[in-house]
């Protein structure tokens, strides 16, 4: 379907499409409606309902799933004598993989246990279940999904119970994103995430309620004692993401013009917001993480695991960001593998910030090696870039607490490095870096599989 063409269809009084053009003739039928028929597509039948009742012309954005595959278009809905007409302008399919996300959101991708895709009107279009029903306990999640693919004309979060909202549904995604839920059937807390995928739909991640701590949202702890920064990871973290994605969500709204024209100048300013934003939350993150590993009671889940798919997975993720700065990153192929004993999203948190320092700090047109080896008894991953290296002095300090070596005005927090070693040793491993070329090599060792 055009972009820039528009497409037409006619609706009667019953809200059955008796006209329209090929392309929509065609969603239609794909998503199993007939012509004549009622519409097949829940938010637009739902839109054309509120346009016919209202007698107001209206217009939304709005996501389908076209032949299994996320899409969104604008739909403006008029009233006729009859009935109504309906036009669909600015087609375009919303993209097989991840949206551009911050690391700590990349985490939870990787780590849901159930992963829906909702339309602008939080209606489910797919769900894929991510555990099996032996790693559930129950089945719980498993008839939660297929509720939500055998009636996809309702609002997702009207299936669950949302702990502390007593509000009618569906909430504007930013009041419910990141809100405890319950699952009917399951002994479990969960807890769902609601990340804008631009402006057609969302993605939902639900997880496990103890996974928060991943993002520092984890439900909170009491504790006798109280650092600064354990209070601002424990208590002020899930409070201030809110309004910091909010800031961030509506610069990036001005500053792609979806709001209306706006001049070169002032959209500038929005893009800076909203990087300002990001570096501010990024920070809020990674002492929400401080928090986490410093906590008394921090015990990682080892599990059984590849450190050379890790490696792959975290190239994979930060694959567009090193083309930016046109960095090559070369990491073990399909076929090389290194059993290792380890949790699986601490060990990708670890590699996604030594990658990413790689890239920020290595310089462009470069490459960044990903290395794994080991045997039985130990396994090792290891991230080379070809910048300046580390002198002895930096190399001593390059792990302590707030250590920016020297660096100004790159978002940094100066923890990263910090939480990886933390993490690394909870795991019975640790992270150094060697001092034996040019560059900078962080390697990460963990038991091998005979220590499991």
Not at 136 to 163: F, I, P
Request: glycine share 10%; proline share 5%.
């Amino acid at each position: 379907m055009s972009a820039i063409v528009a497409v037409t269809g006619q609706c009667d009084a019953a809200d059955r499409l008796i006209e329209a053009d090929e392309a929509l003739a065609g969603l239609q039928t794909r998503c199993g409606g007939d012509l004549p028929g009622v519409l097949a597509v829940p938010a637009l039948l739902a839109l054309v309902r509120h346009t016919r009742v209202s007698g107001v012309a209206q217009s939304r954005i709005i996501g389908a799933l076209d032949d299994g595959k996320p899409v969104g278009f604008l739909a403006s809905v008029t009233p006729v004598a009859g009935g109504t007409h309906i036009e669909l302008s600015q087609w375009r399919l919303m993209g097989d993989g991840l949206p551009d996300a911050a690391p700590a959101d990349v985490l939870l991708y990787q780590t849901a246990a159930l992963h829906a895709l909702l339309d602008t009107d939080q209606r489910v279009l797919s769900v894929d279940l991510r555990v099996p029903d032996s790693a559930m306990g129950d089945r719980a999640l498993a008839d939660l999904a297929a509720h939500w693919r055998a009636d996809r004309d309702n609002v997702w979060s009207r299936s669950v119970e949302l702990v502390g909202v007593a509000h009618r549904q569906p909430l504007h995604w930013r009041l419910i994103d990141d809100t405890a839920i319950r699952i009917p059937g399951s002994a479990q807390m969960w807890r769902a995430r609601l990340l804008p995928r631009g402006d057609v739909g969302f993605d939902l991640l639900i997880l496990p309620d103890a996974i928060g701590d991943i993002a520092g949202t984890a439900a909170p702890r009491a504790e006798p004692e109280q650092s600064w920064s354990r209070m601002i990871g424990r208590d002020l973290a899930p409070a201030l993401r809110q309004p910091i994605n909010r800031i961030v969500a509506n610069a990036e709204t001005i500053r792609t013009r979806l709001a209306g024209p706006l001049v070169d100048e002032y959209a500038g300013y929005a893009a800076d917001i909203a990087e300002a934003g990001r570096h501010l939350l990024a920070l809020v993150e990674d002492l929400a993480d401080l928090d986490a590993v410093e906590a008394p009671e921090f015990n990682p889940a080892p599990d059984r695991i590849d450190l050379s798919d890790c490696g792959r997975r975290a190239a994979g993720i930060l694959a567009m960001r090193a083309a930016e700065r046109g960095i090559t990153l070369i990491s073990p192929n399909e076929d090389h593998t290194i059993p290792a004993t380890g949790e699986f999203r601490r060990v990708l948190q670890i590699l996604l910030n030594l990658i990413t320092n790689a890239i920020r700090y290595g310089p462009e047109r470069s490459s960044v090696q990903i290395e794994t080896g080991g045997n039985a008894q130990t396994a090792w991953v290891a991230v080379s870039d070809q910048g300046a290296g580390l002198s002895a002095d930096q190399a001593a300090h390059v792990f302590d607490k707030f250590e920016r070596l020297g660096r100004t005005g790159d978002g940094g927090s100066g923890l990263g490095l910090y939480i990886s070693r933390r993490l690394a040793r909870a795991m019975g491993g640790d992270l150094v870096v060697a001092q034996d070329g040019p560059g900078a090599r962080f390697v990460l060792t963990l038991p091998g599989r005979a220590n499991a």
